[in-house]
């Protein structure tokens, strides 16, 4: 199960922050590699733009595997720039689970 909360927001804000929160082990015998968030699971997409604030939450093992088939199908309707607090655990995680095309 996946809950979802949306706001609307406006602002002239142009491009997209993201935000992801996971669960499990860094693989620390991988310091500097994108290998490191390969134990890693999302649990929580959420981005802001200038229309929306809007989270998905993983509520379950099956919600986890849904959010990350979802992720990639989210990327595409998000407008770039894209922003985050920790770009590097983003493109990291984002590399490492399959969606480098999108971070």
Known sequence: MIQE????????????VLDI?????????YPYDSRNY??????IFGYIDKD???IYCAKSLEGIE???LMTPEIFTSLKRPYYAFNCNFEAGYGFTCGNSDHF
């Open 52 to 54: 929306r604030l809007h």
């Open 66 to 68: 849904k959010l990350k």
């Open 21 to 29: 929160e996971t669960i499990g082990d860094f693989d620390r015998s």
């Open 38 to 43: 390969r134990n890693l699971k999302q649990v």
């Open 5 to 16: 909360y949306t706001e609307v927001s406006q602002s002239d804000f142009a491009g997209t």
